[in-house]
């Protein structure tokens, strides 16, 4: 870790309220429903009838999209798109997973990974400062690293969150074991680890990614977007291999930490 750097159409059904002229009058009498006249119309120059499955292919047919649309998607040049993509980070601000962005633009995965690609080209050049940056499947825009120094001088300069060496070695145990339960992390260290997993959390460098499949279904619990960021790295494939000879280094420092508290 020493050599890693700290960074759903809902559809709107309008309801519509029926008023009954009656109602106001009086109240119904039992079991009195007035029924509306249904009726279709058919053309009269048709002699099909409707049946079952007519009617059924029609809402199929309603279903599809229509070819039109298809074509307009096809029309639309590589630049737009691209200018297109370029807009939806900027927005967005956060990271965008590329599924996402495929979607947005009607094309293929494949097709907004090249997208991707030439942006992030066209950002590496001097005279651009911003940077394309990926964590795990999606994609972000940040302003460049070197660049930092100007950024301050605007804008306030952000509270990074400080780490002790606690909260370190739970970060580490989470990264290199995740995802892992409170329980497993507390066996590592030997002491409650409670306070440093909700401190980790309330960095946003640690989160909740679901339950374990044993009895009593506990938490589990794996790095974030943030936690890539905050170490600029794009996957937690990229992290160093653990040293296992530091586990009990962890137990030691676990149990000084104990022993501080207890005035032992």
């Known amino acids: 870790m020493g050599d890693v750097q700290i960074r759903l ?7 519509k309220d029926s008023s009954n002229d009656e109602s106001n009058n009086g109240s ?17 120059d048709s002699s099909e009838a409707v049946t079952a499955d007519s009617t059924e292919a029609l809402a199929e047919g309603a279903a599809e999209t229509p070819p039109a649309a298809e074509e307009t998607v096809s029309s639309v040049s590589d630049d737009t798109l691209i200018a297109a993509m370029e807009s ?3 927005a967005m601000g956060e990271a965008v997973p590329i599924e996402s962005i495929a979607q947005a633009l009607c ?3 494949s097709k907004a990974l090249e997208m991707a690609d030439v942006l992030a080209d066209r950002y590496r050049s001097e005279s651009s400062g911003v940077s394309l940056n990926w ?8 302003t460049k690293p070197e660049l930092y120094e100007y950024l301050i001088r605007i804008a306030a300069e952000p509270k990074k969150p400080k780490l002790t060496p606690t909260l370190l ?5 989470i990264a290199f074991r995740q995802p892992v339960t409170r329980m497993e992390v507390e066996n590592i260290r030997g002491v409650n680890s409670d306070f440093a997993i909700n401190r980790l959390i309330s960095f946003d460098l640690v989160e909740e990614v679901g339950r374990k499949e044993v009895p009593g279904r506990p938490l589990l619990f794996g790095t974030t977007q943030q936690f890539l960021r ?9 992290l160093p291999e653990p040293d296992t000879s530091h586990m009990e280094a962890f137990r030691e420092e676990a149990e000084e930490e104990v022993s501080s508290k207890l005035d032992i």
């Not at 119904?28 to 009269?44: I, Q, T």
């Not at 964590?135 to 940040?142: A, D, K, M």
């Open 9 to 15: 159409q809902q559809m709107n059904n309008g309801s």
């Open 88 to 90: 939806i980070l900027f």
């Open 230 to 238: 905050s170490f600029g790295i794009r996957s937690v494939e990229e």
């Open 169 to 173: 070695e739970t970060l580490s145990i």
């Open 107 to 109: 094309v293929p995965k």
């Open 135 to 142: 964590y795990e499947e999606s994609v972000q825009l940040s």
């Open 28 to 44: 119904f009498e039992e079991n009195s429903f007035v029924v509306p006249e249904l009726s279709v119309e058919l053309p009269e």
